[in-house]
């Protein structure tokens, strides 16, 4: 099916990009706007992948004449309320357009500059009947769509002033018509409160999906909108297999699933991920890095970790980070086979470990056959394949000079991609989006509705940076957090007090994630250098401990636990730290078994002190004493569970006198943590980090 999609919400300015999906590049396809607000002159381009930008607040039609037919999108355009920001396009589809020099906006110190606040919303549906009667045949029911909206942190507004906005799918309208259903549209009720929209159930084709932002109505200025949430119902559990996302039964209505289409994968709540830098972590002969992995993965599985993300492992340039691909068809020969890279995910399945994929859509490298057929030559049939300077030379970003930017608006590129989707995605369990920001966002819309609508537990984590709260909006699962990573680097170079790592976890509630949303959380990858080696070893161990303590995913990159210290280095197995290796064995343990370290688990601050002497500046002084800037406490809370926990990132135990009622054994070591003053003040010793319980146990 061509359509181009699900319904977009926009500002007024703001473009976004349009695109047939599951493009056959020999077709025709026309877009035209079929219907505006009064006043608009917005229009669209003649190309098959164009641009669309509403000039006016109000709710537009755009019409796409396709092979297959005749399609509608729905677009709801909202007054800008991003007055002196950058809202040229709040994806990769605008970042892709700026100096390679300027990198990703900062759309995180661009919001809380002009204090915009977004709000949030979730949305969750299910099935009510109604009884008429005392025949089933008088029993009449409805798909009900209920949107919670909740203000803006950083807002003064309350939940009752926002306002709410739904609107139907327009590929699951043309479904109802098509099957000679009532048309949603013309049947559907909007709560008095506007917070619950009402189908009836003969208006229900398979499957209706339900999209909707929640409102912030400033008094001052335009409305501040938020990123978009949606939810389906399915008829038949037969079809809800179809639907993607996460699906429940509707008690009562054994007929109808329903699924929240942006919530990731169950899955992720207690995951912990594992990187693996393919041609360097096992000491292996040409083409057996997979079976040397594999070998491996025992050993990884007993850490406690469950998910690996792998470094390419397709046929590359011969650099040898292997992100400059040239097959995307065929594993490369360094690290073996496709049958070895399949006999190595079957490995790590077999030992509770799922596996993503490191998919990269937005390059290819210069030794690419397109490329070498494109490159100084205007009649090649690559040559619009891929992005050109004026020079001659093919689009890039930074000093990247080995790789060649994709052009997303060719059809014969976007079939391509998708066929490596098609290719890639039933062996594993998810992707990691490399370079995510750089590639538009209706290629990952449509990525996620073809692997969601495969496996809805298929999970799909973006390497953006910084994040993009938008990003959520139908397109990624986890994303990865680089704001905690450089605030726990500031932390261990003494830079920022270690409290600031909670302005860094609030900070994604006030840009406007979603509470559902999740995020990777780590100290240091393939392209940073070893935390230790620029922080030492004692704020190491704390900032270890963060991760796995602090809402999110938990990532372990490859020898980080055993004291490695070169970046992309051979691992030094034989020189393993037995000592950093049994700390993220126990903080790994102490997550699995409390719930509340989880990303589901609440957190907030607690107030505590430090026994720190008389101490007026950082670092450590003479007599090991703790600087108070070292130590952060804090909540966690999940259902009946509370905890504390204590961060410590200077060399020297710290003593923390914590405001709430507490346990006595630290829960990573299982030992009794209290010691007392003189005054018999009770505090919690703490080397690297140390967790209680609020209750006595």
Sequence with gaps: MHHPGPPRFLATGERTELAPRDPNPDATYAWRVADAPPGSEATVGDDAVTEFTPDVP????????????????????FPASYEGIDVSGGSGTAIRDRDADDGPIDYAAQERREGVARPRVEVDAGVAFEERGESESERTGSAVFSAVATPNPESALDADDLSVTFVVDDRDVASAVETGRTNPRDALRVSEDGRELRVPLDAVPDRLRVHAVAVAHDPDGDPRVSVADAAAVVRGPSAADDAGGEAALTPGAPDFETVRLNQPPAWTREASVYEIFVRTFADADEGAAFDAIAERIPRIADLGVDTLWLTPVLGHDGKPHGYNIVDFFDTADDLGDRADFEALVE?????????????????????????????RNPDSPYRDRYEWQASGEPGTYFDWELIANLNHANLDVRRFLLDVVDEWAPLVDGFRCDMAWAVPDSFWRELRDRVKDIDREFLLM?????????????????????TLYFQLRQVGRGAEPAASVLDAIDQRAEIGFPDHAEFLQYIENHDETRYRVECGDAAA????????????????YA?????????RDAIAWDHARGDVRDRYERLLATRREHPALGPAGDVSRVDYHVASGDLSERPIVASGDVHPDDVVAFRRRDGDEELVVVLNFAPADASVAVEADHGERDLVTGERCIVEDADGTERIRVDEVAVVSVAEE
């Design 58 to 77: 109000g709710r537009y039609l755009l019409g796409l004449d396709a092979p297959d037919g005749d399609h509608l999108l729905t677009v709801r355009a």
């Design 347 to 375: 490995t790590a399945h077999d030992h509770g470990m799922r596996v993503l994929f490191d998919f990269v859509a937005n390059h290819t490298a210069r030794d690419h056959e397109w490329f070498r057929d494109a490159y």
């Design 462 to 482: 973006d390497e953006t940076i910084p994040y993009i709260p938008g990003f959520h909006e139908g397109m990624f699962d986890v994303h990865f957090d680089a």
């Design 541 to 556: 161990a704390a900032a270890g401990a963060a991760i796995m303590t602090l809402p999110g995913v938990p990532m372990v």
């Design 559 to 567: 020898g980080q636990e055993i004291g490695q210290r070169g970046r």
